[in-house]
């Protein structure tokens, strides 16, 4: 299933303008948020990759403690 930005928003418990900034971002980071573009505005993030990358996020971040 694809969310659109509320929705991950929401999966995630951060803000959209977060979720804009990570996407934004994703040309340059090593682990960039999954998301489909789709036409020039339509932004899609899969659930399952999603979650997946939630969780390399939070396991990077108990690492680095």
């Known amino acids: 299933r694809y969310l ?3 929705e991950t928003s929401n999966f995630l418990g951060v803000k959209v303008k977060t979720v804009y900034a990570w996407v934004s971002r994703s040309s340059y980071e090593a682990d960039p948020i999954p998301f489909v573009k789709f036409g020039t505005r339509c932004l899609r ?3 399952v990759d999603l979650d997946a990358w939630a969780d390399r ?4 971040r108990k690492n680095h403690k």
């Not at 996020?57 to 990077?60: A, K, M, P, S, W």
């Open 4 to 6: 659109n930005i509320k």
């Open 57 to 60: 996020r939070r396991g990077d």
């Open 45 to 47: 993030f899969p659930s």
